[in-house]
């Protein structure tokens, strides 16, 4: 069979989770699968208001199926559901899909997880790769900042669990998330909605569309949200971490040829809040001397945070804060028909402006009264696919290029209160407020960045239910990257690496300056996999996965241990994650189709994992991002959906997984055990504060928890409806409901009993009036109002100060769209 013309998406599938599911494809196709058994009977409408996932049709491998026939474990959310449960972002989303995490600080220090693996928590380093792909309409963006933003004129969002890399764009070895966006269409067409909450929100969001010839069709989208912070700052009078955001975006198709198809887009995002504040949680005593830890400090300035009690949402911040957030670009897509398969090209240049203003001291006092890291970056990719067929197979081959130039220019200035706060009270400079006060430290951070990869997978077809389906994928990597952090007093004084005055030293106790430049990180890299699938009745798919790949090396762009004053550049690189992945799965339906069960299980064994480490070598205290010896992950997935008459749908999906780091001897103490002369060794069992023998400054916590993974996460909910005229309006009431439980979790890189999350479960709930084309819905999220973090934080200092973010209150709301 011919493939359809179609435009090549990635890797997708769906785990039905909302109750108005309908029929998605990654972008319009022209040609219908043929109909299987028992379809023959259902009307166009039963399909359409079906959410069992056989009515669902995905490319997820260069032409279109049935997501039930893909041996892959994929989930998507389709744009109805994406409305009728707010999920207008990355963090909404993770709340319908248990294996997805996302933790934010601020949208520089974000990171994107699936199954527990992607990025270090609350790390974010410039010269290491993430480990979760983020692309939208096929171009791959690699800065997680981009997850923070709102969907725009989105039709669809696939999350794939597991490495990629041999079909398509960027290697990524936890999976990746494929944003699609709505199609040009040649028929004129239009949307408008409008939503209005507690805590002053507003959102709307409009897209029109049409053709401009019998060969062109032009889109327009736009978004725009607002909400008023969450946390009051009795210092300024201001709400912080409050939402202000618009996304533009224009698409024009060609037509050019009957074989040819030619899409130019482009789009502009711009988040601007007062963000973000982290505030006062709990003090955990450390191993510092009592006199340099946190009410000691806080009682000889005598002061106190406005509340103990992080559920008040109070803080006093004194910095200014600003999460000035800027991307956008310009792509390029050409489809050709061409023998018997479809060349695809991608081309496209992405900017991402990054302006913040931060309180890193997370005090009220003048500690350290200027912390930012504004950064530029451009991005340029290229990818060419031909996705063909032959007698008894179908194959992808393609080619990937990536360069990636980022500049960042950070500065660091500390305050009066610096050297009370940061200096020992033994040394007599730290009663002097002038030693530290104006203390500026001016980065100068820059990164060129290659890469470039030839793929290939292949699905050979043995005989009507066998499939073989091997891939390869040939990675070169070339990076180039430079950390210069110039120190000076207040008066405009250089403070040397090593040496000079008393204060000077006291001076580096608090900013280390130093500087490496041309240091390169070049490697090949080859990864492969290899999926069986076996169908052994029309409803049944089992399949079983092995991958072997790699996340790319990198640089430490955020600084490296000095040792008498001699910048430790053997520890300026890091070496690339070696991943060996292995999954089987099964894909069900039953009762007629209205039933789906889907199970996976997998293991996931990573050595040599990007991580934060300490290293008693350097005679430091100072943590960098080196390797870990080895993770583990391993879980079972389940994801079961129903509908047993037309007006009713359920769903649960859920998640066990089991985490541990293997081996990492060389890793941060926790904050219970850090930060006096000798700190004791993390017992390998897993358990927090328990001492064992005695090293310098690093401690064992082989056994241990990886952060940000909880054992057990689900989501489940339902929607029923009931058929209704109001002025003379033909449609139909709907009541819905979601949730997502999960339970403890860490949230430190070495787990400790001051930064456990207890689990928590967040409900949802939605009730209105739909017909065709309009939609008017009552909401409220978090109806349960459950007080819960985000993440949780160690402060500078070790001064025993925990410092975190509080998940959002109750928040509801009215939504009404109409489509035209």
């Keep these: 069979m011919r493939l359809a013309k179609l435009t090549l998406t990635l890797l997708a599938g769906i785990s039905p989770i909302a109750a108005h599911a309908q029929i998605v494809t990654a972008q319009p196709v022209e040609q219908a699968p043929p109909p299987t058994p028992g379809d023959a009977d259902r009307t166009p409408e039963d399909v359409q208001r079906s959410?069992?996932?056989?009515?669902?049709?995905?490319?997820?491998r260069r032409r279109e199926e049935q997501v039930q026939n893909v041996p892959i474990p994929i989930s998507v959310v389709g744009v109805k559901e994406l409305d009728s449960t707010g999920s207008f972002n990355v963090q909404r989303l993770q709340q319908l899909q248990p294996t997805l995490q996302f933790y934010s600080s601020n949208p520089r220090n974000s990171s994107v997880n699936i199954r527990g693996i992607g990025a270090p928590l609350g790390l974010t380093n410039d010269g290491i790769d993430q480990g979760v792909g983020v692309y939208i309409d096929q171009v791959y963006f690699s800065r997680v900042a981009v997850a923070t933003l709102d969907f725009l004129d989105v039709q669809q969002v696939e999350t794939l669990r597991g490495p990629q890399g041999t079909l398509y764009g960027k290697n990524t070895v936890a999976g990746a998330i494929n944003i699609t966006s709505k199609a040009p269409s040649f028929h004129f067409e239009g949307r408008a909605e409008l939503s209005i909450g507690n805590l002053e929100f507003k959102q709307a969001k409009a897209s029109v569309s049409g053709p401009l010839s019998d060969s062109v069709a032009v889109r327009l989208g736009i978004s725009s949200t607002s909400r008023r912070g969450t946390i009051y700052n009795v210092a300024t009078g201001n709400y912080v971490n409050a939402q202000d955001n618009i996304g533009l975006r224009g698409a024009i198709l060609w037509n050019a040829a009957d074989n040819l198809k030619l899409t130019l887009s482009g789009d502009y995002n711009r988040q601007?809040?007062?963000?973000?504040?982290?505030?006062?949680?709990?003090?955990?005593?450390?191993?510092?001397?009592?006199n340099r830890q946190y009410p000691a400090l806080t009682a000889a300035f005598n002061y106190a945070v406005p509340s103990t009690d992080p559920f008040d949402r109070l803080t006093d911040v004194d910095a200014e804060l600003s999460a000035r957030n800027v991307l956008g670009g310009v792509s390029l897509r050409g489809e050709l028909d061409l023998g018997s398969g479809t060349l695809t090209s991608v081309s496209a240049w992405r900017f991402w402006d990054w302006g913040p203003k931060n309180d890193r001291d997370f005090t009220g006092l003048p500690i350290t009264t200027l912390s930012q890291n504004p950064t530029r970056q451009d991005q340029f990719t290229q990818e060419f696919r031909y996705a063909g067929e032959g007698n008894g197979f179908d194959y992808v081959i393609g080619a990937f290029g990536f360069y990636q130039d980022i500049h960042t220019t950070g500065s660091q200035r500390q305050g009066p209160a610096a050297s009370r706060w940061l200096l020992s009270p033994s040394n007599a400079l730290s009663n002097d407020p002038s030693v530290l006060d104006g203390l500026t430290a001016e980065n100068d951070i820059r990164l060129k960045n290659f890469s470039g990869a030839l793929f290939a997978k292949f699905n050979w077809k043995l005989g009507d239910r066998f499939t073989l389906s091997p891939g390869v994928?040939?990675?070169?990597?070339?990076?180039?990257?430079?950390?210069?952090?110039?120190?000076?007093?207040?008066?405009?004084?250089?403070?040397p690496y090593s040496g000079g005055t008393a204060r000077q030293a006291a001076q580096r106790e608090a900013i280390q300056p130093q500087a490496f430049t041309g240091e390169a990180y070049r490697a090949w890299n080859v990864s492969y996999d290899l999926t069986a699938s076996y169908k052994p009745s029309r409803d049944v798919l089992l399949y079983a996965t092995y991958a072997h790949t790699f996340k790319s090396g990198g640089l430490n762009l955020n600084g490296v241990p000095v040792v008498n004053g001699v910048v430790q550049t053997n520890l300026a690189q890091?070496?690339?994650?070696?991943?060996?992945?292995?999954e089987i799965g099964a894909k069900t339906q039953f009762w007629d189709r209205k039933a789906t069960l889907n199970l996976t299980g997998y293991w996931t064994s990573i050595k040599d994992y990007q991580a934060v480490v300490n290293n008693g070598s350097t005679s430091t205290l100072r943590g960098y991002l080196a390797n870990a010896g080895e993770v583990r992950v391993r879980g079972i997935e389940a994801d079961f959906s129903l509908r047993p008459t037309r007006n009713l749908s359920l769903y649960v999906n859920g998640a066990y997984t089991d985490h541990e780091y293997v081996k990492f001897v060389n890793a941060p103490c926790p904050p219970e055990l850090s930060g006096g002369t000798a700190?004791?060794?993390?017992?390998a069992g897993g358990t927090p504060g328990v001492p064992g023998q005695l090293s310098p400054v690093v401690c064992d916590i082989s056994g241990q928890w990886l952060p940000g993974i909880s054992n057990w996460a689900f989501s489940y909910g339902g929607e029923y409806s009931l058929p209704a005229k109001v002025f003379d309006l033909d449609g139909e009431f709907y009541i819905g409901a979601d949730a997502s439980t999960r339970s403890k979790f860490s949230s430190n890189a070495s787990r400790s009993i001051y930064t456990d999350i207890d689990g928590y479960t967040l409900a949802n709930a939605r009730i209105g009036f739909r017909t065709g084309d309009f939609n008017i819905f009552g909401w409220v999220r978090n109806a349960l109002d459950a007080k819960y973090f985000d993440l949780l934080a160690t402060t500078p200092g070790n001064t025993g100060l925990i410092a975190g973010n509080p998940g959002d209150p109750r928040t509801y709301g009215l939504t009404i769209s109409k489509a035209f």
């Excluded at 180039?480 to 207040?490: E, I, L």
């Excluded at 890091?574 to 292995?582: M, R």
């Design 51 to 60: 959410s069992v996932a056989s009515d669902i049709v995905v490319t997820a």
């Design 272 to 290: 601007n809040p007062e963000c973000c504040a982290q505030i006062y949680v709990r003090y955990g005593p450390t191993q510092r001397a009592a």
């Design 473 to 495: 994928r040939v990675n070169y990597d070339d990076k180039v990257g430079s950390y210069v952090s110039v120190v000076r007093d207040s008066a405009g004084v250089l403070v």
């Design 574 to 582: 890091v070496a690339p994650e070696k991943v060996d992945h292995f």
């Design 679 to 683: 700190a004791p060794v993390g017992s």
